[in-house]
C-alpha cells in the first residue's frame, strides 16, 4: 500500500497533522504501536475508540491486542481527562500527614474514585507518588495550583471554588 492509498479519517487536518504523519510513517516499522499509541493521545488527549480501529488496521495488530497494551500502560488513557485535573500526592510526608483523609474528601466530594473523571467533564482525579512538595503534606494540584496544608475543610472550599469557577466559565460561555 502506497502513502496515497492510505485510508485517512475525517480527522481536523490542522489539529491533527502529526498523528496522521506518523500514522503514515510508522505504520509497518516494527515496534510502532506505542508511537502511535503516544502520537494519538497527543492529538485527542486520549486514545479514542475509532482510532484504536483505525491504528489497528494500519499496523495490522487486532485491536484486542492493542486494547491490552493501553490498559496495561499507565500513560495511555481511553477516556479523555476532565476540565480540572487533579493529583493527590501520596508520597511519604503526605501519607504520614493525611492525605488519605484528603483523598477521601476528594472522592466523596466528587463522586469519583482514583483514575475517573466526574460525569460532567469538570474533574478529573488522579494519584501521583509525589508531587516534590513535601513541606506542603498533604499537597494536591489542581491542573497548574498547587494547594498544600490541607484538612478536609480547606479540600472542600478549593474545590467548591472550581466549581463556582466552571460554573461561572460556562455561563459566560452560554452568553
Known sequence: ??????????FPPKEFKDFKRDLIHKRKQHGSL?????????????????VI???????EIPAADIYGVIT????????????????????????VNGAKSILRTLQDDLGVAVGET???GVFTLLSVAC??????SP??????????????????KIIKKYKQETAKEVQHEGN
Open 1 to 10: 500500500m502506497t502513502t496515497t492509498e492510505i485510508k485517512q479519517p475525517n
Open 34 to 50: 506505542i508511537p502511535l499509541l503516544q502520537s494519538a493521545q497527543d492529538s485527542y488527549g486520549y486514545i479514542p475508540e475509532k
Open 53 to 59: 480501529h483505525y491504528i489497528s488496521e494500519l499496523v
Open 72 to 95: 496495561f500502560y499507565a500513560q495511555f488513557r481511553l477516556k479523555p481527562l476532565g476540565k480540572n485535573v487533579i493529583r493527590i500526592c501520596e508520597g511519604t510526608a503526605c501519607h
Open 118 to 120: 466526574t460525569d460532567d
Open 131 to 136: 508531587l516534590g512538595c513535601c513541606s506542603l
Open 139 to 156: 499537597v494536591i494540584m489542581i491542573n497548574s495550583d498547587t494547594h498544600g496544608n490541607l484538612t478536609p475543610d480547606k479540600t472542600r
